[in-house]
């Protein structure tokens, strides 16, 4: 999915706690080329990452106190034309969250993992018609 996205994309990741939704943005990055550590932004809210010439803005609204926090933080800054936005917890962050092109939501089942992928716009739809992943 990571290689389907080709210019500005917001993915949501939703799901409970320890889920998998870090897991899964460390694989996003990692397909994109990155081998450094994926820290979790709990507590930092944002983790940035360049790659390939690219900005890849990893968020965690958990911590979140006040949905309104994302204005200070300048939410609508990172959301640059060929800009990348990874969010966990988008609905913490209430109408200041970015509006999603794909969300993806992730479920725990016995020792496994299931994910519903739900395209929100067109450029949702053409990552998920791009995206072909390796399981039936």
């Not at 939410?75 to 209430?94: H, T």
């Amino acid at each position: 999915m990571a290689r389907a996205c080709h210019s500005r994309t917001v993915l949501h990741l939703c799901g409970d706690l320890g889920v998998g939704k870090t897991t899964l943005v460390r694989g996003f990055l990692r397909a994109l080329g990155h081998t450094g550590t994926v820290k979790s932004p709990t507590y930092t809210l944002v983790e940035p990452y360049q790659i390939g010439g690219r900005m890849i803005f990893h968020f965690d609204f958990y911590r979140l106190g006040d949905p309104e926090e994302l204005e200070y933080l300048g939410v609508r800054d990172y959301l640059g034309d060929d800009v990348v936005c990874l969010i966990e917890w988008p609905e913490k962050g209430g109408p200041f969250t970015p509006v999603p092109d794909v969300q993806i939501q992730l479920f725990h089942q016995a020792e496994a993992r299931l994910l519903d992928l739900r395209a929100l716009s067109e450029m949702g739809q053409a990552i998920l018609a791009e995206f072909k992943p390796p399981f039936k």
